[in-house]
């Protein structure tokens, strides 16, 4: 089975910089498509970025907002990053990831995703 393990949270200053990781344990040739997700007070859940691990292709939410992703075939670790950040990013950070899927729809189709790390909050003091 597959687990998903996050780390990299805490509180941040403003204008500093984010990473967090989310590390596949288990079987993570079962992963098709890592996402990370994140839930800001007072709003629902959104999508941030997503990857296929197959082809590579990347997915925005939101262009220009500032978010790479990045994984690491050797360590298994999907990475989110941003910087110079602000007290608007303050939220609750969640990945999540999936096999394939039998009609592809959108990147950040929640239902699609089979396995979810418990969040990491990331805090921004400015």
């Known amino acids: 089975q597959v687990q998903l393990v996050e780390s990299g949270g805490g509180s941040v200053q403003a204008e500093n910089s984010l990473r967090l990781s989310c590390a596949i344990v288990?079987?993570?040739?079962?992963?098709?498509?890592m996402a990370w997700f994140r839930q800001a007070p007072e709003k629902g859940r959104e999508g941030i970025a997503g990857?296929?691990?197959?082809?590579?292709?990347q997915y925005a939410q939101h262009r220009d907002d500032g978010f790479t992703i990045s994984f690491d075939n050797v360590k298994k670790i999907f990475y989110l990053s941003k910087s110079n950040l602000k007290a608007e990013d303050t939220a609750m950070y969640v990945c999540?990831?999936?096999?394939?899927?039998?009609?592809?729809?959108?990147?950040?189709?929640?239902?699609?995703?089979?396995?979810w790390g418990r969040g990491t909050q990331v805090t921004v003091s400015s």
């Open positions: 999540a990831a999936r096999g394939s899927v039998s009609q592809w729809v959108g990147p950040f189709v929640e239902d699609d995703f089979t396995w």
């Open positions: 288990g079987s993570p040739d079962e992963v098709r498509f």
């Open positions: 990857m296929d691990l197959w082809t590579g292709r």
